[in-house]
């Protein structure tokens, strides 16, 4: 394999949990609530794969597990931010804290313990003989289809159905909303638990595809990345799956170059991402100054109807 | 019925056609009480407590032991208290660098990092000018760490004022991008030729060193700390600065129409909190550990966040809280003698904020029996 196909598979493998994460993003902020929590979640989903597919051996019911978690916490989210108006940038951060800290704690004991399996791939030995991309669809996971399929499924649900139309009201306007009968606080939380559940998911991806153990910290702030993506990627699937492969790739390309042989310590290269993440974001603040970035308009703002609940 | 009750009835609800059989109860959402009470700070490290005792009890320990654990670690003996007091030090710093931000709602995350770029520049004049007098030494230490802390204030503050970029994911981005940088100057350049190969800088010395009170490792950046509160006070409180902020925090957009220079006052204010934060970084180097080395901050910069938040921005409050989580920290690692995680004080810090921004808006519900 040549090093462009070994660094799409990378970049692939790297950018899956981005991607799910940023799509949870999206799902919850396009319901106009901010979830800062990403990182925190991130984790529990991470440690909550590990403890209970250590624990009983089986995939399934270690992906429900962690699905079932971040869910609770998304409800907590969605409590605080949708019934008690609470700040929601204080409750994201609230989550993060809580999140990094009770998932070291529960992790202590797993810490290090190899996983019985990594997440199954589908094998497609009929792709193979396509140069490129025969070598990258044919040996993919489960859960990056998953990823995939998500995108245009997420994708047709927010542009082309109603569904996707009410959420977008909701996001955007939810006085109006709320005066068309669309029930404003039941489609908040209803995407801010969705949303925390594929965060989950996209930490149950890091440690099933990416990294082979539980650390305390695994996500390293990826959960922040994703929630950068999210504006990156103006609250679209389509446009989060290219962001999410593009920050893989940068993720991945560090090591590569380390690999090849580089005079520039790894300490500068890590910090690639990061330092990418800040700077696309001023591009994009220069380039839509003058335009609407695409953000809901009712981002961060509690709805209340006047006296009633 | 009396015309009091027709009123009434006309403004909440339409009269029920029959006689409810069933009390029922609703939720009345008064946005006009945003002062929260005093309590509900206590209230909350109280729920928090209860909450992860649960999570302690699930891992086969006694709540009650644990939390005496941790007391007694923390604020039972008197080395245990010192230690408190040296942790209180960062978390007062940096909760103080996060308060002044706040006040105008620009949310430095980025403690953390401005903490780290602190003491690397601190570090860097024991290096660069190893053989100063301890006055100047110390002096120029400060000087640098809290003209880096601010520097990397200013590259969260300018994103936000000129591109309208999200100061949460700029300052968190760069903490992470300042744990590198340490960790490259600790295994590289800066490396100790005499510390048989480990990570870290070469020792201070006495001069580079900030003065202990007697035996203890109390050092004098407390100090600092106590100073920056009354300062922050006083310019709160008296001056034309703190009542500009007051009035962006209260309400940004009438600020803008009076000609207050938003901008301006955002980078200011990340200014500030950056080099406060690079003080405490200074502090820990020159105060503590008396090398750069990695993990000189065990999150302070984060704890500090919750620290501000739980003092409701208040300067006293500052110092109380910071006291308290210095306490929950050195009390987490001594639970760790009993088997325990030490990141149990970490789950204590995101609940008890939890449990806080709940109950500063949970007051302003009143529950209402339904005509």
């Known amino acids: 394999m040549d090093f462009t196909t070994q660094l799409l598979i990378a970049a692939i493998s790297a950018g899956t949990p981005l991607l799910l994460a940023t799509l949870g993003g999206i799902l919850n902020e396009r319901a106009g609530i901010i979830q800062l929590g990403a990182e925190g979640l991130m984790l529990m989903g991470a440690v909550i794969t590990c403890i209970v597919y250590i624990r009983s051996g089986s995939l399934i019911v270690a992906l429900l597990a962690t699905v079932a978690v971040t869910a609770v916490l998304g409800l907590l989210h969605s409590f605080l931010c949708v019934t008690l108006r609470a700040n929601q940038t204080m409750s994201g951060l609230a989550m993060t804290l809580f999140g990094s800290g009770l998932s070291a704690y529960l992790g202590k004991p797993i810490s290090g313990i190899p996983l019985p399996g990594t997440s199954p791939k589908l094998h497609m030995s009929w792709l193979e003989p396509i140069p490129v991309i025969g070598k990258i669809f044919s040996n993919m996971d489960y859960l990056t289809w998953f990823s995939l399929l998500l995108v245009l499924v997420l994708h047709l649900l927010i542009h082309r159905t109603s569904w996707g139309l009410h959420l977008r009201a909701v996001g955007d306007s939810p006085a109006t909303a709320d005066v068309m009968g669309i029930r404003v606080q039941l489609i908040r939380y209803s995407y801010v638990i969705a949303g925390a559940a594929l965060i989950g998911l996209a930490g149950a991806d890091m440690v099933l595809a990416y990294a082979p153990t539980w650390n305390e910290g695994l996500t390293a702030g990826r959960g922040w990345i994703a929630v950068g993506l999210v504006i990156f990627a103006r609250w679209n699937p389509l446009r989060a799956l290219f962001c999410a492969y593009f920050f893989g790739a940068l993720d991945s390309l560090g090591f590569r170059i380390q690999l090849l042989g580089s005079v520039v310590p790894s300490y500068f290269l890590k910090m690639i991402p990061y330092i990418v993440t800040i700077l696309v974001l001023m591009y994009l603040g220069y380039r839509n100054r003058n335009k609407p970035s695409g953000t809901p308009e009712a981002l961060g703002v509690p709805y209340i109807r006047e006296q009633r609940f | ?371």
């Not at chain 2, 020792?203 to 009354?230: E, K, Y």
């Not at chain 2, 105060?287 to 003092?311: D, E, R």
């Open chain 2, 1 to 371: 019925m009396s015309p009091k009750d027709v009123s009434n009835a006309a403004v909440i609800e339409p009269t029920p056609s029959k006689p409810a059989k069933r009390m029922s109860f609703r939720l009345e959402y008064d946005s006009s009480r945003i002062r929260s009470p005093w309590w509900t700070p206590i209230l909350s490290v109280i729920l928090a407590l209860l909450l992860c005792a649960i999570f302690i009890a699930a891992n086969g320990m006694s709540p009650v032991t644990v939390y005496q654990k941790m007391f007694h670690g923390a604020f039972g003996t008197a080395y245990g208290f010192t230690e408190t007091m040296v942790k209180a030090i960062p978390l007062l710093l940096c909760g103080l660098g996060i308060a002044v931000a706040y006040r105008i709602s620009v949310w430095n995350i980025g403690a953390e990092g401005q903490l780290t770029v602190g003491a690397m520049a601190a570090t860097a004049v024991t290096i660069y000018f190893p053989d100063l007098p301890s006055f100047w030494a110390i002096t120029l230490m400060l000087v640098f760490g809290f003209a880096a802390g601010a520097f990397w204030g200013l590259l969260t503050a300018v994103p936000r004022t000129h591109f309208g970029v999200n100061e949460l994911i700029t300052s968190l981005m760069l903490n992470y991008v300042a744990l590198l940088a340490l960790d490259y100057v600790v295994f590289g350049p800066w490396k100790d030729p005499k510390g048989f190969n480990f990570p870290g800088s070469p020792m201070f010395t006495d001069a580079q060193s900030l003065p202990v009170l007697g035996t203890s490792r109390l050092h004098i950046g407390l100090l600092f700390g106590l100073v920056a509160v009354v300062i922050y006070y006083l310019m709160i409180k008296f001056t034309k600065w703190g009542y500009e902020l007051k009035l962006i925090g209260a309400n940004p957009t009438a600020a803008r129409y009076a000609g207050i220079h938003i901008k301006r006052h955002i980078i200011i204010v990340m200014l500030i909190s950056g080099g406060l934060a690079g003080i405490a970084g200074m502090a820990e180097v020159s105060g503590v550990t008396h090398k750069l080395m990695q993990g000189i901050s065990p999150g302070y910069g984060y704890t500090a966040i919750i620290v501000a938040w739980l003092a409701k921005l208040n300067p006293v409050g500052l110092i109380v809280t910071s006291i308290l989580f210095g306490g929950l920290i050195v009390g987490g690692f001594s639970v760790q003698t009993i088997g325990l995680p030490s990141s149990i004080s970490e789950m204590l810090q995101g609940s008890i904020l939890f449990f806080l921004i709940a109950g500063d808006m949970i007051h302003r519900f009143r529950i209402r029996r339904n005509a």
